[in-house]
């Protein structure tokens, strides 16, 4: 049995003690935040109840970016200038390795709301290429005849939404932030998000956006353009896509929304480098991002996880998240980071027969503890997951290597694979209605969900199982 989600929280744990790494980086953060902490959001939102999110997304880039250029450089030269600092604008922040005696005068200044670990900070990668490139053509019109639908899809009511209501996830960008993906994959390639304004292979930044031939996204570990595992490497990310988007060229239909496309994306080591990733997804124009991994002890680092998350759904990114395989630990710990956050669509598992997955992650979370939130205290808290799906086992994946499928009797598992079939669900509402904001597709989620036992919203199933066939049709008002 393979629990998916725990190499992700490995791959984010371990790689933050890689040798070699700076001795400590830390992100410095700036008291003026364009959506600041506490209640912040939950106001943001009130304000912004009948907001279009492109509207949103163009404005909120605009603050983000304005603020950082406006604050940071006071907060620089109050820091002495240290050497290798960065800028980030998803928070107003500076990234930077400080010594000890830096990181007390860094506390100390009246600008600075509080000083984080940032984990890696990767300089720069090799120069390097994508293995292939992909011919952006236009896609055939999908149709399911003479495919296979597996039973975890057909559970969704997915084929009604593309027979009946039309819609398939055109127009919708998913964001994988995973391990990679194998974008050669026959049943991917034709799905995958190709940036525009980069000409293929030519060494240079033709976009401006700071990142060489960054084609189908960015590896921000390795800093560099190439996202396809090699064969002997992990398949994970490959995985989790096909259950969001894989069309059946194959044969079989394994993802939910069969005409999304899929941003590439990599960023473990520590929350600098996801950052950048929640940067770079809400720059280049994703709608959703699917993040199957779960991450421990972060302390109040968990506050500055939020923040950022809550900037990035103020500016329209749907943020989803699988709610791990932990049950063993104690509650609330169980739901870890980034499913734990209030504005993160938090995915619990059931059976094929609709029935608890013993090994979720229950719910509730709190969040008394983290600094400048310190609400949802226990034993009430914050309930999560939110909503549930399907984590295996005999789910249709793609084969990660070769063309086909994993063997129907597949013992693929964990909530890794619940997270992608919300995203495919989020594909095809905003494929249908794609000015919607992330938290009116939260709400039309769990409004139409099937009920689960225990009855109403509950630590174990959230609202219940998704239904992707009267989500569409809410979202389009029928």
């Known amino acids: 049995m393979r629990l998916l989600a725990t190499f992700l929280l490995l791959a984010a744990v371990v790689s933050a003690q890689e040798p070699g790494t700076p001795a400590r980086n830390f992100i410095v953060l700036h008291k003026q935040q364009v959506i600041g902490m506490g209640k912040a959001f939950a106001k943001f939102k009130k304000r912004n109840a009948e907001a279009k999110r492109s509207d949103l997304r163009k404005e909120m880039i605009e603050k983000l970016k304005a603020l950082a250029k406006k604050e940071q450089p006071a907060l620089l030269e109050a820091l002495g200038n240290p050497k290798g600092a960065r800028s980030l604008w998803i928070v107003n922040a500076i990234a930077v390795p400080l010594d000890k005696d830096q990181v007390k005068k860094a506390r100390k200044l009246p600008m600075v709301k509080f000083v ?21 053509g236009r896609r055939e019109a999908f149709s399911a005849k003479g495919r296979k639908i597996p039973w975890n899809i057909k559970q969704l009511k997915a084929p009604e939404v593309w027979k009946q209501l039309g819609q398939h996830g055109e127009g919708a960008v998913v964001a994988m932030f995973d391990a990679g993906v194998n974008y050669r994959q026959q049943d991917l390639r034709k799905n ?37 595992p090699p064969p002997n490497g992990q398949h994970h990310g490959t995985w989790t896509s096909s259950v969001v ?131 949802f205290k226990m034993p009430k808290g914050l309930l999560k997951p939110d909503i549930c799906a399907f984590p295996g086992p005999k789910i249709a994946l793609v084969h990660p290597t070769d063309e086909g499928y994993l063997p129907k009797n597949n ?55 998704v239904d992707a066939y009267k989500a569409v049709k809410l979202a389009l008002g029928k």
């Open 411 to 465: 013992r693929k598992r964990g909530n890794s694979l619940s997270a992608p079939h919300v995203a495919g669900v989020c594909a095809l509402i905003l494929g249908a209605r794609p000015e919607l904001t992330p938290w009116r597709v939260k709400e039309i989620l769990e409004q139409t969900a099937k009920d689960i036992a225990p009855r109403g919203k509950d630590p174990k199933t959230g609202a219940g199982l």
């Open 192 to 228: 995958i998000w190709i940036n525009k304004g980069e000409v293929p292979n030519n060494g240079k930044d033709d976009d401006g956006n700071g990142l060489v031939d960054d084609l189908y996204g960015w590896d921000f570990v390795g800093m560099k353009p190439e996202l396809a």
């Open 245 to 375: 988007a894989g069309d059946g060229t194959g044969g079989t239909v394994t993802g939910v929304a069969p005409r999304a496309r899929l941003m590439l994306l990599k960023g473990f080591g520590g929350i600098y480098n996801a950052s950048r990733v929640y940067e770079y997804a809400v720059e280049m124009g994703a709608d959703i991002m699917s993040m199957s991994f779960s991450i421990p002890n972060l302390g109040h680092t968990r506050g500055l996880w939020r923040l950022m998350s809550e900037h990035a759904t103020a500016a329209g990114l749907v943020l989803i998240s699988g709610a791990g395989n932990f049950p063993n630990q104690k509650i609330p710990v169980q739901i870890r980071i980034p499913e734990g956050i209030p504005c993160v669509i938090c995915v619990g598992g059931v059976t094929a027969k609709q029935k608890f997955a013993h090994f979720t992650s229950q719910g509730p979370v709190e969040w008394k503890s983290v600094k400048f939130y310190e609400d």
């Open 116 to 136: 984080y670990p940032a984990g890696r900070m990767p300089v720069s990668g090799e120069p390097g290429t994508v293995s292939e490139v992909l011919e952006p």
